[in-house]
């Protein structure tokens, strides 16, 4: 007779979340508050270094600043969204301004959302929760 099969426990893999910034302070505080809920972080310092970095590790969710240099925000989500095969992926805008002018040009480049620097931890996750929900690993 055989033996019955024991039910193992397989863990998902944690959602990959993309934080697009140049500066360091905002990757860092985005990078430990996403962990702490269980996610899975990559960091990018412009929107070259993250369009390679897209390609590696797929992510679920992208946070992209604004501001940086090289590459902007707006550029870079633009270029996400030209991508048929990262159209779907969600990106919310990250920046200090939180004008009316500055989130039309976000939705105009194709953001999913804009969230106000600085963050905060709740904010931040509850961003990703929308659009992802959250994940299995948070406590």
Known sequence: ??????????????IKVLVIDDSNTIRRSAEMYL????????LAED???????????????????????R??????????KQNPKLKATPVIMLSSKDGVFDRARGRLAGSDRYLTKPFTKEGLIAAVNEYVGPSSIAS
């Open 1 to 14: 007779m055989s033996q019955p099969v024991e039910a193992q426990s397989i863990q998902p893999a944690p």
């Open 35 to 42: 962990r702490q809920a269980g996610y899975e972080v990559i």
């Open 47 to 69: 929107g070259f270094d993250a369009l390679s970095k897209i390609a590696d590790h797929q992510p679920r969710l992208i946070f992209v600043d604004i501001m940086m240099p």
């Open 71 to 80: 590459l902007d925000g707006y550029q870079t989500c633009a270029l996400i």
